[in-house]
């Protein structure tokens, strides 16, 4: 069953460095997704992607962060200077065309020092 | 502004019992529900969604949700819980044409012999 993957499972930063969370969605997918789940709270999304745009972004994707279709396969979020508060797990998910099913991978834990 | 309560945070069960998480929701137009489970280190996988139609849902590993438009609630169940069902578990809700998906603070399910 296709999956959508995620690299590195964990990445350890210190803070003001730049990150990049990268992600492999299901390759008939069009919609792709980045979501954070800071530890003990509920998972937030952050922004969607559609047609090499961003479709829709929370409030929390400030200027700090960015997306990015680089090639036909991989869905990068990049965090330019990172904070003690963007330790979190981020999730990527995709979804098909004819559905409004999100699917997600298996998460990166960022850990900011 | 759409939002998903799960009033439970942490319920213990013991192997073989039944099992009932409560979801409410509050959202304006008609939702689309979903239920993920996130194991220990585990990215989040859909148990099982409501768009319309039949109200009772069957998902995966034998779990079933019911929605009910009165009570804005889309409760999950299962007759006979096994260990490695313990996890946390996450409600969600989203609409047609909504590219975020909003969550509940989810609920943790321990498993006793």
């Known amino acids: 069953e296709p999956e959508v993957t995620q690299t590195p499972s964990h990445q350890v930063t210190q803070m003001g460095q730049e990150v990049i969370l990268r992600c492999v969605p299901i390759s008939n997918h069009l919609y792709f997704y980045w979501y954070r789940q800071i530890l003990g709270q509920k998972v937030e999304f952050l922004v969607s992607?559609?047609?090499?745009?961003?479709?829709?972004k929370s409030e929390i994707f400030d200027d700090q962060f960015s997306v990015e279709r680089p090639d036909g396969s991989n869905f990068t979020l990049k965090i330019r200077s990172t904070k003690l508060e963007d330790s979190a797990m981020y999730f990527c998910?995709?979804?098909?065309?004819?559905?409004?099913?999100?699917?997600f991978g298996p998460g990166t834990r960022l850990t900011v020092l | 502004a759409q939002s998903v309560t799960q009033p439970d945070i942490h319920i213990t069960v013991s192997e073989g019992a039944s099992l009932e998480l409560r979801c409410n929701y509050s959202?304006?137009?008609?939702?689309?529900l979903f239920w993920y489970v996130q194991s220990p280190g585990q990215g989040l996988q859909l148990l099982l969604k409501?768009?319309?139609?039949?109200?009772l849902v069957q998902g995966i590993k034998g779990f079933e949700a019911e929605f009910k438009r009165s009570q804005s609630s889309f409760n999950l169940r299962k007759p006979s819980v096994h260990w490695s069902d313990a996890a946390e578990y996450f409600c969600a809700v989203t609409n047609f044409g909504n590219e975020k998906l909003t969550f509940g603070t989810g609920t943790r399910l321990t498993i006793i012999p």
């Open positions: 409501y768009f319309s139609g039949d109200t």
């Open positions: 992607f559609y047609n090499n745009e961003i479709s829709e």
């Open positions: 998910a995709s979804r098909e065309q004819s559905t409004d099913t999100q699917y």
């Open positions: 959202y304006g137009a008609t939702p689309y």
